[in-house]
């Protein structure tokens, strides 16, 4: 109940591509779904993140779309550049409830 | 933004002694932080939660003799991993949940190595 399932694993995509990735979760009590970016040998960075009240947010090249019916959400980067070849990770939480609950990571790698 | 400065980056130490690992936040107060461990290609896994001024709990199957947590005040907490072992070995990444938003800010990890 308290997993955060991601997807894919590994994913490449070309320069200016939309790179796509997948979170399923089971705990309906989640109201806060953020995505980190991390580089090697750096802590993880938030990137954006959404509240089940909306079903879409957009900053920049970076879209969260939320299903809150099938419990799904997902990360969409436009225009896909070598720089945001990265690891990615999904994340939720019940606000206040003191522990966020990671996905497995995708490893993101734009082809130049 | 808000900034979480975590010290050492990285530490290489002797096999059988302790390291202390600082983490800060820098611009706000956060009465609680996470500790995390990281293995290479995998995600975060939650060690602790960290309270100012009370103890920290543990997750599951992580030993509290061995990962020492102290949050003394609102900006800082630290973890020491005693005799150390070369299993030990790892990044270390802690959180820092800011008193005012409730938001949730990273440091920058520290990489141990135990010889």
């Known amino acids: 109940q308290q997993q955060v399932k991601q997807s894919p694993q590994s994913l490449i995509v070309q320069k200016g591509g939309i790179s796509i990735i997948n979170c399923a979760y089971e705990n309906t009590a989640f109201d806060y779904f953020p995505w980190y970016q991390q580089f090697p040998g750096k802590g993880p960075a938030l990137l954006i993140a959404?509240?089940?009240?909306?079903s879409e947010k957009k900053e920049g090249r970076f879209t969260i779309s939320f299903n809150k019916s099938a419990k799904q959400f997902s990360l969409h980067i436009m225009d896909s550049q070598p720089g945001d070849s990265a690891t990615y990770f999904c994340?939720?939480?019940?606000?206040?409830?003191?522990?966020?609950?990671f996905g497995q990571g995708t490893r993101l790698t734009i082809n130049p | 933004g808000a900034v979480v400065s975590q010290h050492p980056s990285w530490v290489i130490c002797k096999s059988g002694t302790s390291v202390k690992i600082e983490c800060r936040s820098l611009?706000?107060?956060?009465?609680?932080m996470f500790w995390y461990r990281q293995f290479p290609k995998q995600s975060l896994m939650l060690m602790a939660t960290?309270?100012?001024?009370?103890?920290?709990?543990?997750e599951q199957g992580v030993e509290k003799d061995k990962f020492l947590i102290n949050h003394a005040s609102l900006t800082l907490s630290t973890l020491t991993v005693t005799s150390a072992h070369p299993e030990d070995s790892s990044f270390y990444i802690c959180?820092?949940?800011?008193?005012?938003?409730?938001?949730?800010?990273f440091g920058e990890g520290s990489r141990l190595t135990v010889l």
């Open positions: 959404i509240r089940p009240d909306v």
């Open positions: 994340a939720a939480e019940r606000w206040g409830a003191q522990k966020l609950v």
């Open positions: 611009d706000f107060q956060a009465t609680t």
């Open positions: 959180s820092a949940r800011e008193d005012y938003t409730g938001e949730l800010f």
């Open positions: 960290s309270n100012e001024g009370s103890k920290a709990t543990y």
